[in-house]
T-cell receptor, first 112, second 113 residues
Framework: SQQGEEDPQALSIQEGENATMNCSYK?????LQWYRQNSGRGLVHLIL?????REKHSGRLRVTLDTSKKSSSLLITASRAADTASYFC????????????FGTGTQLKVEL | DTGVSQDPRHKITKRGQNVTFRCDPI?????LYWYRQTLGQGPEFLTY????????KSRLLSDRFSAERPKGSFSTLEIQRTEQGDSAMYLC???????????FGPGTRLLVL
């Protein structure tokens, strides 16, 4: 079953703009990870944030985590056409082999 | 590091046939996971191995599904008597115990006619 929802389901922006996508989840977690998936392909790991962290940066990516609200956001700054993809958040609740529970994804389209 | 590889990348089969997929994890990754992803959804966990031991199976994994990892290296996922509802992308991931990141393969896209 899906852990939670991502918002928005789809997002269309112009190149150079920032893209923000949100993820909500239901249970306590060890960490939350964001993945990118290009059409019909596998998942590429972007960034991981632990439950005791509030914000993390990696290049043009910024992730926040609010465990009290069980939510996270991913910000992509200065977007490029190559950022066009689906983005998924995934939670690791620990135990059970640290399997990941994914959200429903946000489809991002960056137009030239 | 070579990445996680999966074979085949695409499979078309007729309902009722058996299919088998293979996953080769990153070497020295002792944990291996299988997920299934249907169109427009996020991946859903199916099962995972620690070395050769299969430690958890999701309720999604009906008795028509079987997974093995005989020598703790590559893994196979077999679906017997395929149904149209089995059409999906089957994703494999691996990680080293003690590390948090799972690395995914390109997936096997299955279409059952």
């Amino acid at each position: 079953s899906q852990q939670g929802e991502e918002d928005p389901q789809a997002l269309s922006i112009q190149e150079g703009e920032n893209a923000t996508m949100n993820c909500s989840y239901k249970t306590s977690i060890n960490n939350l990870q964001w993945y990118r998936q290009n059409s019909g392909r596998g998942l590429v790991h972007l960034i991981l944030i632990r439950s005791n962290e509030r914000e993390k940066h990696s290049g043009r990516l910024r992730v926040t985590l609010d465990t009290s609200k069980k939510s996270s956001s991913l910000l992509i700054t200065a977007s490029r056409a190559a950022d066009t993809a689906s983005y998924f958040c995934a939670t690791d609740a620990g135990g059970g082999g640290n399997k990941l529970t994914f959200g429903t994804g946000t489809q991002l389209k960056v137009e030239l | 590091d070579t990445g996680v590889s999966q074979d085949p990348r695409h499979k078309i089969t007729k309902r009722g046939q058996n299919v088998t997929f293979r996953c080769d994890p990153i070497s020295e990754h002792n944990r291996l996971y299988w997920y299934r992803q249907t169109l427009g959804q996020g991946p859903e966990f199916l099962t995972y191995f620690q070395n050769e031991a299969q430690l958890e199976k999701s309720r999604l994994l009906s008795d028509r599904f079987s997974a093995e990892r005989p020598k703790g290296s590559f893994s196979t996922l077999e679906i017997q008597r395929t149904e149209q509802g089995d059409s999906a992308m089957y994703l494999c991931a691996s990680r080293r115990q003690g590390q948090e990141t799972q690395y995914f393969g390109p997936g096997t896209r299955l279409l059952v006619l």
